[in-house]
């Protein structure tokens, strides 16, 4: 049997054993944790703000990248809905006052008041007033005077589709021409200007047109005449002071515009005003 008692060894002239040491406190290394991601892996980022050459960057392009269409210029513009909308941004209070300076022909300031925002909301929606108005208008006069007579009455979509080419032609074809012509003698103008101007002085043939009902020729020339004259005058004076600068021809190019604008009134008088009951 083995003794009960131990012999107390020392452990340091034993053969093989370990000496107890106590181990040092661990400490991390400073480089990986100051700066992260470590600079000198290799395959991992470097820098901390460059993204490695194979990681999908979808989400870091920016909003204007290669995926949505890149802005036309040039003619192009002139088919994106886009270059149209800042021509339509317009309050109800300026298209209202744009109406009383077209109704006041002689003050000549509107192109002035319009330089910086011309708009083609009034133009547009004059022009559809008053293929509206003279449509309507025409309609129910020629019903009237049908049914007095005890006459079968029929539509004439005519006097709709007739009254739709002369507007909206008139107001794109007229300002177009006389672009062309301000920009031979080289006279500082815009398109777009000149469609505003011309817009809204259409206007005023909407209550002329309202007053075509009265059933007196004498009347209606005056009224057509009246209308013609006012807008005539507040195209001619607001456009004088930018033909001024085509030198001597300035007079025959503002007389033009006059007599043109009194033709649409003669031309309106003729072929709207001529309702009877």
């Known amino acids: 049997m083995m003794s009960g008692h131990y012999t107390s060894i020392d452990n340091q002239k034993v053969s093989g054993s370990v000496p107890a040491v106590e181990p040092p406190p661990f400490k991390f290394s400073d480089s990986n944790l100051q700066t992260f991601p470590p600079s000198g892996a290799q395959g991992k980022i470097s820098g901390g703000s460059r993204p490695p050459r194979d990681v999908d960057d979808t989400f870091s392009k920016s909003g204007s990248g290669s995926d949505e269409p890149q802005r036309q210029s040039g003619w192009f513009q002139a088919f994106s809905l886009a270059s149209y909308k800042p021509y339509f941004d317009v309050d109800t209070i300026d298209v209202l006052d744009r109406i009383k300076d077209s109704l006041c022909p002689f003050s000549g300031t509107f192109n002035e008041k319009t330089a910086s925002h011309p708009d083609l909301y009034g133009p547009f929606w004059i022009c559809t007033t008053l293929i ?114 085509a030198g001597e021809r300035w007079v025959l190019i503002v007389a033009g515009i006059f007599l043109l604008q009194l033709a649409l009134a003669v031309a309106l008088k003729v072929y709207l005003f001529t309702v009877t009951v």
């Not at 309609?139 to 589709?161: G, R």
């Not at 809204?200 to 075509?212: D, E, G, K, T, W």
């Open 132 to 245: 509206f108005v003279a449509a309507s208008i025409g309609t129910f006069v020629t019903y009237i005077a049908h049914k007095l007579k005890d006459q079968e009455w029929n539509y004439d979509i005519n006097l709709v589709t007739w009254s739709a080419g002369l507007f909206y032609g008139y107001v794109t074809v007229v300002p177009l021409c006389l672009y062309v012509i301000l920009k031979y003698f080289s006279v500082p103008s815009g398109f777009v200007q000149l469609l505003c101007l011309y817009g809204y002085s259409l206007f005023v043939f909407i209550p002329a047109l309202c007053m075509s009902v009265v059933p007196l020729e004498i009347f209606r020339w005056v009224v057509a005449g009246v209308a013609g004259f006012m807008s005539a005058t507040f195209v001619a004076l607001n456009l004088r002071a930018h033909i001024m600068s």
